[in-house]
């Protein structure tokens, strides 16, 4: 069965950068989009950005270029940096697989709730 | 963006109530439409992909329609375990965008 694990601090400083990882078990890195997906206390879901197999990205424009996101195929593992966080950085941050030709999100892992704070 | 509207933002039903929750993309993103269950705590789902197709797995009193700006999703007779959010996403183009979703209530 193919499983997604968020991993990473639950407490970031402001100011300071936001590194989480997502690790795939049960299954290979193939030819598909992996994505970082957030959600703020009481908001709605924000799409953050993708990394293709090939190592190519793309981003929402809402992070004003503090995002990266990287993918070790080595390790099957999906990683992202923020950086210069605050508050409204402050949410559950989700990884999750798409399948291009089918356009949805069919493998999401559990979330990870990270926190801005002092 | 394209905003992603979905309606109603929350619904009372009961067990074995039909159900449809309404979601309005703000531009034409053609079948590149999810839907998705979410419960707390847990991974959310996928339903429904490419706007009307279910999900390996998913039951099949799930179903959906609709193409370009408006897209229904349908539950014909409701179960204890749907009682949970439900929410769209457009992957016609970046960024994806997700409607605020709909909370089904018993």
């Known amino acids: 069965q193919v499983q997604l694990k968020e991993s990473g601090p639950g407490l970031v400083r402001p100011s300071g950068t936001l590194s989480l990882t997502c690790t795939l078990s049960?299954?290979?890195?193939?030819?598909?989009?992996w994505n970082w997906v957030r959600q703020p206390p009481g908001k709605g879901l924000e799409w953050i950005g993708d990394?293709?197999?090939?190592?190519?990205?793309t981003y929402n424009p809402s992070l004003r270029g503090r995002g990266t996101i990287s993918l070790d195929t080595s390790k099957k593992q999906l990683s992202l940096n923020l950086s210069s966080v605050t508050a409204a950085d402050t949410a559950i941050y989700y990884c999750?697989?798409?399948?291009?030709?089918?356009?949805?999100?069919?493998?999401w892992g559990q979330g990870t709730l990270v926190t801005v704070s002092s | 963006d394209i905003q992603m509207t979905q309606s109603p933002p929350s619904v009372s039903a009961s067990v074995g109530d039909r159900v449809t929750i309404t979601c309005r993309a703000s531009q034409n993103v053609n079948t590149w439409l999810a839907w998705y269950q979410a419960k707390p705590g847990k991974a959310p789902k996928l339903l429904i992909y490419a706007a009307s197709r279910l999900q390996s797995g998913v039951p099949s009193r799930f179903s959906a329609s609709g193409s370009g700006t408006l897209f229904t999703l349908t539950i014909s007779s409701l179960q204890p375990e749907d009682f949970a959010t439900y929410f769209c996403q457009q992957t016609n183009n970046y960024p994806y965008t997700f409607g605020l979703g709909t909370t089904l209530e018993i």
């Open positions: 999750a697989r798409l399948d291009s030709g089918y356009g949805g999100f069919d493998i």
């Open positions: 049960g299954g290979s890195i193939g030819t598909y989009y």
């Open positions: 990394v293709f197999t090939t190592g190519s990205t």
